[in-house]
């Protein structure tokens, strides 16, 4: 029987848009690209085949949602449902389509959170995801991992979002939630996601752009030039945020001196760059393991080591603007990794770009 895997990552869909209206939040334009993602390899896999579509985290970007016109630090289960549920509403093709997907039994979706989408650890928003794409029997055929952030298939294949790379995206999986004074569970969130959250996402209101162009530090030092004062509003809130809940978070004096170099150099520092290498470290140090899919980081990758393990970065689906000199200019969107089984049963994975149906014409929801 042939078999099909699909992986998926940091598609971050929030809330959609209404047509003539500007949603600085929303990213993701490609419902119907990713509907005829899913129906080629429907088609491929024929009536006998299986085909698993891994859902590799930051499939939907919860931290942008607001709830009551603001973005909620604690996060509860009824809260994170609430959030899922206006990204399902907000994109109703992919809705339609995953749940065409589903329903036939050889298909499969696993779903792992990520650091945009950790709301998924809740059962709350698995229940409402699966209501809305495998309503009925099919909703056996969703599963999550979410008791650690690795997908372990039999094949020597590990599949990770690739959030835990980063200190300030680090999630303790075996302590992910902590109990409110009335006994409410709420989300234990990373600095990372709360930087986001109280940082990030006022000024994407003023820049959309701002979470779309990478490196950010190539970015910052070009809009000192271009756009002075935005930058500056960027880094004062960066450095306050910084000194109020790293820094001073520790009460001795003496203990904030001797941690400075230390939160610096593990928690800003890597934010610049070395994602790819930590991967690669990670992939060389896990014994059993000949390849390492990771999104996260939004730049697609493809390498072999020199120990000939295989690490794959499946990139995301939004645009992105790319200004570092090897890859300048590039938007390198539509990509995933497609695992195909030979007839004795071994894996061959490759990274693919989607293009999809040529269409003589698209809508355009607003510009910006």
Not at 26 to 33: G, Q, V
Not at 334 to 349: C, F, K, V
């Amino acid at each position: 029987m042939k078999l099909i895997r699909i992986v998926l990552s940091d598609l971050h869909l929030v809330t959609g848009v209404r047509p003539g209206k500007l949603n600085p939040l929303e990213d993701f334009f490609h419902d119907d690209r990713f509907a005829e993602l899913l129906a080629h390899y429907d088609e491929a896999a024929g009536e006998q085949g299986e085909v698993e579509l891994i859902l590799n985290g930051d499939i939907f970007d919860l931290l942008k949602v607001k709830i009551g016109g603001a973005w909620p630090t604690e996060v509860t289960d009824e809260i994170a449902t609430e959030k899922l549920r206006q990204c399902l509403e907000g994109h109703p093709r992919f809705v339609h389509a995953l749940k065409e997907f589903l329903g036939k039994k050889n298909r499969r979706v696993t779903y792992l959170p990520g650091n945009h989408d950790l709301d998924m650890l809740f059962q709350g928003a698995q229940e409402l995801f699966r209501r809305y794409v495998a309503p009925g029997k099919a909703g056996e055929q969703v599963r999550f991992v979410t008791s650690s952030d690795t997908y372990y298939l039999p094949e020597g294949i590990q599949i990770r979002h690739g959030h835990q790379f980063e200190r300030v995206h680090r999630v303790d999986y075996g302590a992910l939630t902590e109990k409110r004074r009335d006994g409410t569970p709420v989300l234990v969130l990373p600095w990372g996601s709360l930087w986001i959250l109280e940082v990030m996402n006022p000024l994407k209101e003023l820049r959309s752009h701002i979470d779309r162009i990478q490196p950010l530090g190539r970015f910052l030092i070009a809009s000192l030039l271009f756009d002075p004062g935005f930058v500056v509003k960027f880094l004062w809130r960066s450095t306050l945020y910084f000194l109020k809940h790293r820094v001073f978070a520790f009460q001795a004096w003496r203990q904030r001196i001797r941690n400075l170099p230390r939160l610096l150099r593990e928690e800003v520092i890597e934010l610049i760059g070395g994602y790819d290498e930590r991967a690669a470290r990670a992939l060389n140090r896990t014994r059993g393991a000949h390849t390492l899919i990771v999104g996260h980081s939004h730049g697609p990758r493809f390498r072999q080591l020199p120990s000939g393990k295989i690490l794959v970065n499946t990139g995301t689906w939004i645009s992105m603007i790319n200004l570092d000199l090897q890859y300048l200019g590039q938007d390198s969107g539509l990509t995933y990794a497609l695992i195909e089984y030979s007839d004795e049963g071994r894996p061959q994975t490759r990274l693919m770009r989607w293009y999809g149906a040529r269409t003589p014409c698209e809508a355009v929801p607003y510009a910006d």
